[in-house]
């Protein structure tokens, strides 16, 4: 019996505002994908892979998750131990939830208590982000679940507010000149110090005025529009999130992509914002005409992620 596909994530929009309440739009990305499977663990990938599962189920086995949602260890264990790896081309440090996909593959397989990702209830919705959050802390620290909980529902997500979010239904693509798309740094990226980061920013009375005022009614409209497909809006607000994180997100933007994000905001070609916590992997780019920022963002590469 063949394990299901977790399929990477990617945050549209809400990052780090998510943490300050702002609203988040999450999708799946169903061009990276990662499986639990079984072998004799004869490459250096799937023995690495399934040394890291080792340590990984030994900090599962210390967790205290509510009876809902237990895991059974013993069996992640003996299956360790038969030669169980995550076989995964999701790349790490992108920001598109190499960790969430590992933890959702994980709990699909062991949970005690069996979902089915298309009858959970909004409550159930919110518990098991806590514990996909906790499940992921291994990861990165501090987690907020959101990860592991798009790759396991498979759907796209509106995080409305900390306490609520629910499925959402994204505009249907279509093959239009305008494109939402991926450019590739060129360097990985660590989400926890940039995390660190964005909380020192937080200490200063002058950022926080600005995230709240700006950046998170910034976000919040884009989403809005961008669900309605109500374009010329949702560009109007996009070009001011992306300004306001040019100047204020600056030491998660890769250096690599100062000059071509300056000169999106400078043409209006094309905007950028960071995918997911930045400091490298993957930069989001929003477009009305994709042939000609190609153009000018020659000698990158890039990813097509859906097309209007």
Known sequence: MTNPLFYAKIILFGEYGMIEDSQGLVVPYSF??????????SSEFELKSNRHLQKYSDFLAAL?????????????????????????????????GSS????????????????????ISKDNLKKLKTVFGEME????????????LICYMNLPILIENKENLDRVSIPEGEEGKGAIFLIDSGITGET??????FF??????????????????YNNACIESFLK????????????????AYEHFRPMIPESIF???????????????????GGGGYILGFTKDYAKAEKMLDGFQKEVIYRF
């Open 32 to 41: 990276y994908k990662g499986t639990l499977k079984f072998s004799d663990l």
């Open 64 to 96: 205290d998750l509510s009876d809902d949602f237990q895991l059974d260890i013993e069996r992640l264990k003996n299956d360790i131990t038969s030669g169980l790896f995550f076989d995964s081309n999701i790349p790490q440090g992108y920001g598109v």
């Open 100 to 119: 969430g996909a590992l933890v959702a593959a994980i709990f699909e397989k062991y949970a005690l208590n069996k979902l089915d990702p298309e009858q």
């Open 137 to 148: 802390s291994y990861f990165h620290g501090k987690s907020s679940g959101m990860d592991p």
């Open 192 to 197: 926890g110090p940039m995390i660190q980061i």
């Open 200 to 217: 020192e920013k937080m200490k200063t009375e002058g950022f926080r005025k600005t995230l709240k005022e700006e950046f998170i009614r």
């Open 229 to 244: 497909k109500d374009m010329n809006p949702f560009f109007r607000n996009l070009k001011k999130l992306s300004h306001w």
């Open 259 to 277: 000059n071509i994000w300056k000169k999106g905001l400078d043409s209006n070609a094309y905007y950028l914002k960071l995918c997911g916590s």
